[in-house]
């Protein structure tokens, strides 16, 4: 089993909801990622979790919060966002971590905030 | 300047063209990925490569490190190979971030 899955693929939420996106791999990896893609634009990394413990996070607002339960899962949840929130939102994976690994990503949730 | 630019920005060919997508980066790299992005999905490692060159069916990845140059080179293309290549490096000051090209969108005409 190669593939991280993602759900939903699509969201819509308002500025008020509470949500949450949902990644799992089964393939061992012990690093995985959250990232935000813009339309046109190449992925920005948000959140990095290795071994369970969030070992970056690029900066981002509060209203995002990852949570890595296990090995095999990873979650963002959403809270009070804002219409600029709205993006392509990509989970991936790798072996331990590190930009020398190969990524495998899941086919995202497309997140539109209203 | 970017850290890493690609060229053509866009791509048109017809079917059965040989194509090349180059990157160029300006920092230190540990690897340089190139990734496919289809419309409204996700995203595929095609290859990872800090020297010399790959193979994988049609694509080819090549590196020069002294020139700081990749390309990427798909023979015999095909409309299912329409899709947005980009290139990435990684290595530089962050262990986990990469360095992401703009992307090359590619078309291939029947």
């Known amino acids: 089993d190669t593939e991280v899955t993602q759900t939903p693929k699509h969201l819509v939420m308002g500025m008020t909801n509470k949500k949450s996106l949902k990644c799992e791999q089964h393939m061992g990896h012990r690093a995985m990622y959250w990232y935000k893609q813009k339309a046109k634009k190449p992925p920005e990394l948000m959140f990095v979790?290795?071994?369970?413990?969030l070992s970056i996070n690029e900066s981002v607002p509060s209203r995002f919060s990852p949570e890595c339960p296990n090995s095999s899962l990873l979650n963002l949840h959403l809270h009070a966002l804002q219409p600029e929130d709205s993006a392509l939102y990509l989970c991936?994976?790798?072996w331990g971590g590190g930009a020398n690994e190969k990524l495998f990503f899941g086919s995202g949730t497309q997140l539109s905030v209203l | 300047k970017n850290e890493v630019e690609q060229s053509p920005q866009n791509l048109t060919a017809q079917e059965g063209e040989f194509i090349t997508i180059n990157c160029s980066y300006s920092v230190g790299i540990s690897a340089l990925h190139w990734l496919q992005q289809h419309p409204g999905g996700g995203i595929v490692s095609l290859f990872m490569l800090s020297s010399g060159k790959k193979k994988h069916g049609r694509l080819i990845a090549t590196i020069n490190i002294q020139e700081k140059h990749s390309s990427l080179h798909i023979t015999a293309s095909h409309p299912r190979d329409s899709a947005v290549y980009i290139c990435a490096v990684g290595g530089g000051d962050s262990n986990y971030q990469l360095i992401w090209g703009a992307g090359t969108k590619l078309i291939i005409k029947p």
């Open positions: 991936a994976s790798s």
């Open positions: 979790y290795s071994y369970e413990k």
